[in-house]
């Protein structure tokens, strides 16, 4: 019974679907569905144009994150951690990035300060042995400072700034030295001092030449610099109570104003104190030619009186950067 | 896989990537056994063609998450047009089950299964008393008898297991005999 009531509702349940119904049907549904397609294609290509993006984002993110990460890593690195070539490339294409000689020259001049960050960084952490390469460094970063500023004020630009610039740099760097002189070992010293030409015998002549106490490190004639000048430099340094003002012995303004500073054992961080130095140096301007006893003496302020050896005759500046910011020769 | 289902998976593939041909293809494989199953449940043609336009409709949005994991393409169709068919009555708001009991057995004094085959019903008859079946049975019936479902498949649609759909065909013919019982009475009258 079963089975034949089974057949019989099959034949029951057939349902004769009218071809117009299915035809018209089929318009409409197709009609409807390709304007949904529409819509669903646009979702489409949007899905899957956005679908990857999160992950595009996020590897971009990472990778940025990495990079920032450790480039900032790096920019902390000196030589001897395997961040600091990392560091170096960066630096590099900061240079590169910028476009003019003026801004490239204060990009070096930048670097030059932190090959000096290094010089204390590593001689602090009992590693010596890199002071020469950052030595070395730190003079190929002025000098192409100098090459960039030099293009630059021949095509007419204002480098005023950059010079003001390479002189404080040059007086941090010896001030820097000054005290990292002490800290090095006495053959590192002893061999950073010949070939700064400030040997022991020649603080000993400064020193009575200037008539006055010799501080310990003397002061080192940075790349390029007028070595007399800074020397009698640290030697009006020495004879200076108050630590702002100085005589040289040779009666260099700028080296008697940078010597006290770095004598007295303060931070050697001069990068701030260029335009006092400069003014100061205008005064001697004023003063130099007639100033100057051969004795440095006890100064009340470096600005308005200061103690020469004699040497108000203006010397020709090895460059024209120091002639301008340092002044060691031209007092 | 049967060539049928390798050509249905083939057109199924395409849709997913945008196809309209492919999903016209899939509409003509089965506008018929659609609106056939639809027309059978709410009779009128205008609610069938609404019903159906909807289930492809609602089938080309949603096949982009169709997988073969199921009972295959048709399960999930049948899926989509049942619960549009409830959803028809729901709308409607009159939506009847059966009064019938879901467990009956034979009563002692129903015919001999052989005095009943020998009956041939009038089709209303029994597209009537498939009327009467529980929502669930009617499905079962539906599935099974117009298109030869396999139970797996008419599992798939109503979302139970194969057992429970064992057990609704069973109690669905069941039902059909005792609703068609009185009228085989009235026709021919026991003479004992």
Not at chain 1, 207 to 221: D, E, K, R
Not at chain 2, 45 to 52: G, L
């Amino acid at each position: 019974m079963i089975n034949d009531l089974e057949k019989q509702l099959k034949s029951a349940l057939k349902v004769d679907v009218p071809l117009d119904a299915r035809d018209n049907l089929r318009a409409k549904v197709m009609s409807s569905i390709e304007q949904q397609a529409m819509t669903r294609k646009s979702f489409t290509r949007r899905r899957r144009f956005w679908r990857p993006q999160p992950v595009f984002a996020g590897a971009v993110l990472s990778v940025f994150l990495l990079f920032a990460g450790t480039a900032m890593a790096a920019s902390g690195s000196h030589p001897g951690n395997w961040l600091y070539p990392l560091k170096q490339k960066t630096e590099e294409a900061r240079v590169f990035a910028a476009v003019q000689d003026i801004d490239r020259a204060g990009v070096e001049i930048e670097r030059a300060g932190k090959r000096i960050d290094e010089i204390i960084s590593v001689v602090d952490e009992g590693k010596p042995e890199y002071v020469d390469e950052l030595t070395g460094r730190y003079n190929d970063h002025l000098l192409k400072a100098e090459e960039h500023s030099a293009r630059a004020a021949a095509s007419g630009e204002d480098i005023s700034h950059l010079e003001e610039m390479m002189s404080a740099m040059r007086i941090r760097y010896n001030g820097t030295m000054r005290i990292m002189l002490d800290k090095l070992p006495d053959d590192m010293a002893v061999a950073m001092r010949r070939e700064m030409g400030d040997e022991p015998g020649d603080e000993q002549s400064s020193g009575s030449a200037s008539g006055t106490p010799m501080p310990a490190p003397q002061a080192m004639p940075a790349p390029g610099m007028g070595g007399d000048g800074m020397s009698s430099g640290g030697n009006g340094g020495g004879s200076m109570d108050d630590g702002t003002s100085s005589g040289g012995g040779s009666g260099s303004m700028d080296g008697g104003m940078e010597a006290p500073d770095a004598g007295s054992g303060m931070s050697p961080d001069y990068g701030g104190d260029s335009s006092s130095m400069n003014e100061s140096s205008g005064a001697m301007d004023g003063n130099g030619g007639t100033m100057g006893s051969g004795d440095s003496g006890a100064m009340d302020d470096g600005g308005e009186s200061m103690g020469g050896s004699g040497s108000a005759v203006p010397q020709q500046p090895t460059s024209g950067m120091e002639s301008r910011g340092m002044g060691s020769s031209d007092m | 896989m049967s060539n049928e289902k390798k050509e249905l998976a083939r057109l199924v593939k395409r849709c997913q990537k945008g196809d309209l041909e492919a999903f016209e293809g899939i509409y003509n494989r089965f506008f018929d056994r659609v609106y056939a199953y639809v027309f059978r449940q709410v009779d009128t043609a205008a609610d069938t063609e609404d019903i159906v336009s909807g289930v492809f409709l609602e089938a080309f949005e949603k096949i982009d998450g169709f997988t073969w994991k199921g009972a295959g393409l048709a399960a999930w169709l049948f899926r989509i047009a049942r619960n549009d068919v409830l959803d028809h009555y729901r709308r409607k708001g009159r939506w009847q089950e059966t009064a019938l009991p879901e467990q009956c057995d034979y009563p002692a004094d129903t015919a001999h299964p052989a005095e009943v085959a020998e009956h041939n019903w009038e089709n209303a008859e029994l597209l009537d008393a498939v009327k009467h079946l529980s929502e669930e049975q009617r499905q079962v019936i539906l599935l099974k008898l117009m298109f030869n479902f396999s139970n797996r498949q008419i599992a798939e649609v109503l979302e139970k297991n194969e057992g429970a759909v064992k057990a609704l065909r069973h109690r669905a013919m069941v039902s059909l005999k005792q609703i068609l019982e009185p009228v085989y009475q009235e026709d021919f009258p026991r003479n004992d």
